[in-house]
C-alpha cells in the first residue's frame, strides 16, 4: 500500500444514457465501458518550491498507484482537468507529433478530425495553449503557398499542379 498526507481521489461515476451516445459523436469520447472519471487533487497551503514538489510528487504516486486499476494503451484523460504530465504541445515543427501524445489521451479516436477541423478553422494555430488541438505541419510550395498535410493528402495539391517539398518527418 502507498501512505499519502494531503492527495484526494475522487470518483464521477458515468453509464447511463451517456454510454448510449457513439464515441465519434461528440468530441468528448469517454462514454460507454467506462465506469467512473478519476479525479487527483491536492491541496496545500505551505509556500515555496519544495512544498509544490512534494505535495505534487504525492499525487503523482497516487496517480502511478493506479496504474493497473485504469484504462489504458494509452491511458484516458479528461481534458476539463489538463494535467502537463501526460504531454506538452511547445508549438514548434513538432506541434502535430507532440499534440498526439495528449490529444490521443484526451480525444481517443476523435482526435484526427479534431485537428482536421482546427486546421480548417485555424490554419495559423492562433488559438493555442500547451495543450490545445495542434494543426497538421504545412508543405512549403516552389511557388511560396502552403497546403496543409491534409490537403496534400486529399490531393488538392496535385490538383493546383504544385511540386513541393515535406517539411516535417510524419508517418501519414
Known sequence: MIELVSPTLAFN??????????????????????????????NWAEDGVEAADRYLNLTRQLFHYMTPFVSKNPRQAFL????????????????YIEGGVYGVKYFKGNYERLVKVKTSVDPQNFFRNEQSIPVYP???QQNKTSVSVWDRIMGVDSMLGRSSELCYNLKV
Open 80 to 95: 476539463n482537468y489538463r494535467d502537463l504530465d501526460i504531454g506538452v504541445n511547445r508549438n514548434g515543427k513538432n506541434s
Open 13 to 42: 461515476p458515468y453509464g447511463g444514457k451517456m454510454a448510449k451516445i457513439e464515441a465519434s459523436a461528440r468530441p468528448f469520447p469517454h462514454r460507454a465501458g467506462n465506469l467512473a472519471k478519476i479525479q487527483y487533487a491536492t
Open 138 to 140: 504545412y508543405i512549403r
